[in-house]
């Protein structure tokens, strides 16, 4: 396979880049390195290009097309740094998503394969939450990705759209996990959203990744998660356990913000059964993976799509 990743110096953009020159693909990636960073990719490949610029830049996606000449695409950018960035979230994901999908109609891809937020789902009536849910989204980071997932249904393209719970696995500095394993090994204060989120092993993602770029394979928006849910307090707790930390007092828990979602889970029951597929690793296993990750290589710089909470 001839494979562009958009994003794909990011943390799952730069594992699936990993992957696939492992397996003997031919990878180009292209990425403004907003989030994502050069140092993820390995240093040099004979099958892989990098090139630097954004998906919002309609010639430069152009260009990337005719150079490389892509058989699938994988759209992992997103900007979601700056929640107040109104624009640059509707440049990269709404009007960037269009130049990649307009692109690789033009080249007759064979599989475009779309990352989207469970954000898009907004504040979710039942869970777990139903790939047929309506689509909500009430923040900036939502909103645009789906518009962007919205266009790319409408586009004529063979495309997957991939609704995520929170994938876990190498070089993930987002969320309370890296959170919490940073400040508390730094001997710092924590406290607990009372939320509740659902959470996949980048294993598990990579397993149904390999299902869905399959020539020929179902298309459409699938959701992707163990579909179970999981406290922020468990996470914690478990990874009070793997430091051996003694807490002086409990941890503060505290309600979710104005711009957050109490509790999102997300229904993997289509995925599995469209796609045969089934994740091989418990809540557990995947936080304890992620922390054994951290023990050997360290968090890098964290970043979060939501407001802060109020200081406290
Ligand atoms: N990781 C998860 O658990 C998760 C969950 C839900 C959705 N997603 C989606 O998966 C995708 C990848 O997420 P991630 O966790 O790897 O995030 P990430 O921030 O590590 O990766 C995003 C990459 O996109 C790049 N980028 C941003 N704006 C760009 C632009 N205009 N042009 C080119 N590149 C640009 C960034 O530099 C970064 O390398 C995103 O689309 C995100 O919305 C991820």
């Not at 390995?42 to 998906?55: F, K, Q």
């Not at 909500?136 to 997932?149: L, M, V």
């Not at 070089?171 to 659902?198: N, Q």
Request: proline share 6%.
């Amino acid at each position: 396979m001839r494979i562009l990743i958009t994003g794909g110096a990011g943390c799952l953009g730069s594992n699936l880049t990993e992957r696939y020159l492992e397996r003997g693909d031919t990878v180009c990636i292209l990425d403004n390195f907003a989030t994502g960073q050069r140092e993820s990719l390995p240093a040099a490949h004979s099958a892989m290009t990098v090139v630097e610029g954004s998906v919002y830049d309609r010639a430069l996606v152009d260009r990337v097309f005719t150079d490389f000449g892509p058989t699938h695409v994988i759209h992992s950018a997103a900007a979601y740094k700056d929640p107040d960035n109104w624009i640059e979230d509707v440049r990269t994901n709404v009007e960037g998503t269009i130049h990649v999908v307009e692109a690789a109609r033009s080249a007759g891809v064979k599989r475009f394969v779309n990352f989207h937020t469970a954000l898009g789902y907004g504040r979710p009536d039942a869970l777990p939450i139903p790939v047929s849910a309506p689509a909500r989204p009430f923040t900036s980071y939502g909103i645009s990705k789906q518009a962007g997932e919205s266009y790319l249904a409408i586009a004529g393209v063979p495309y997957v759209s991939l609704r995520l719970a929170n994938v876990t696995g190498p070089r993930l500095a987002i969320g309370p996990i890296p959170t919490f394993y940073t400040r508390l090994k730094a001997g710092k204060g924590c406290f607990c959203s009372r939320t509740v989120r659902d959470f996949i092993d980048m294993d598990d993602f990579f397993s149904v990744m390999d299902l869905v770029m399959a020539e020929g394979a179902p298309t459409g928006a699938f959701n992707v998660s163990t579909g179970t849910g999981h406290s922020i307090k468990e996470i914690f707790d478990i990874v009070v356990d793997h430091l051996g930390v003694t807490l002086a007092e409990p941890v503060p828990e505290v309600d979710a913000g104005a711009d957050d979602v109490p509790a999102v889970v997300l229904d993997p029951s289509e995925t599995m059964r469209a796609f045969d597929w089934k994740p091989r690793y418990t809540f557990e296993q995947t936080i304890r993976r992620m922390l054994a990750w951290y023990d050997q290589h360290g968090v890098t710089a964290i970043y979060s799509h939501l407001k802060a909470p109020p200081a406290r």
